[in-house]
């Protein structure tokens, strides 16, 4: 996480990839989520701002480490397959 930039940069290809799957009628759930994030994540300022409202647990849950990172890849896995199959229904 220490390496992760706390900013987003804005081509605009999510956007029309969006946009071009309302046109066609095909769903692109996991494409327009991460469009959605990405657009919470450039209101930095906001984010600060909630952050002094918001708490999150004071204790950090009790996990096995290894068995996150499995989840994780697992999860990272199904959302390239899913992205991809969402993209091929938008070309297709």
């Given at each position: 996480?220490?390496?992760i930039l706390?900013?987003?940069g804005m081509k605009?290809?999510?956007?029309?990839?969006v946009q071009e799957a309302a046109e066609q009628s095909?769903?692109?759930p996991t494409i327009a989520?991460?469009?959605?994030?990405?657009?919470?994540?450039g209101r930095k300022d906001e984010r600060?701002?909630?952050e002094k409202i918001l708490k999150g647990p004071?204790?950090?849950?009790?996990v096995d480490k290894d068995q996150i990172l499995k989840d994780i890849q697992a999860a990272?896995?199904?959302?390239?397959?899913?992205?991809?199959a969402q993209g091929l229904g938008i070309i297709r």
């Open positions: 996480v220490d390496k706390d900013k987003t605009g290809t999510g956007r029309w990839t095909v769903a692109a989520s991460a469009l959605d994030s990405r657009y919470i994540s600060v701002e909630a004071s204790d950090p849950p009790v990272l896995y199904a959302a390239k397959v899913v992205s991809y």
